[in-house]
């Protein structure tokens, strides 16, 4: 992706470069020897003034072109602050409601989901890893476009609403589903 924006930062340099010229001296060196009388076929003032016109013209599509580039680079790929900034935020949102507790108490969905959300304006969700470290309640959390690894420690406690009951059919007792109040801490670095 960086030569693709490099290429059209040059270009974009090389027309402007082209642009400052002067064009009757680009015609005579270039130009005139292709014709037998390079006089009497001379552009006027007004077509070399033009022809700046519209060098000067490829010059800024060059350069949109450059910086479309850029931000197509920015969106699909996270930065360390972004990444840490959407860890943060996954944080506070993982504490906000009590969660169901999954058969293995593994978080990693949720916090993967959690993170996607919180960044979804920062880089690109499907870029986002979220690992189970060592421990049973860490998780390591990296994305695609840094190298920055950030380290989420979360915690469980039955939540004091409670759960909810799922109704039996036919014959079958009610379930009582507790749900949990999570606690994250997070810390930059690898778990």
């Known amino acids: 992706m960086t030569g693709i924006v490099v290429f059209f930062f040059v270009a974009a340099a090389l027309f402007v470069a082209l642009g400052l010229a002067d064009q009757r001296r680009l015609y005579w060196r270039f130009a005139a020897r292709r014709y037998r009388n390079p006089e009497a076929n ?7 003034a033009w022809q700046r016109v519209l060098i000067f013209i490829a010059a800024a599509v060059m350069a949109f072109q450059g910086f479309k580039a850029l931000d197509f680079a920015d969106d699909n790929s996270w930065s360390a ?23 293995y108490s593994d ?3 949720l916090i993967e989901q959690e993170v996607e959300d919180a960044g979804e ?20 959390i990296t994305a695609e476009g840094t190298d920055a690894a950030y380290c ?32 994250a801490t997070t810390a930059e670095g690898a778990c």
């Open 81 to 103: 602050g972004e990444l840490g900034q959407a860890v943060e935020q996954a944080a506070s949102a993982l504490e906000e409601e009590p969660h169901i507790d999954d058969e």
């Open 152 to 183: 989420m420690s979360v915690s469980q406690k039955e939540s004091d609403e409670g759960g909810f009951t799922v109704p039996g059919a036919g014959d079958q007792q009610s379930t009582y589903v507790p749900e949990y109040d999570l606690s």
């Open 121 to 140: 304006d920062m880089g690109p969700g499907y870029a986002v890893n979220v690992e189970p470290a060592d421990s049973r309640d860490d998780y390591e």
């Open 42 to 48: 001379e552009p006027s003032d007004s077509a070399y």
């Open 107 to 109: 978080y990693s969905d």
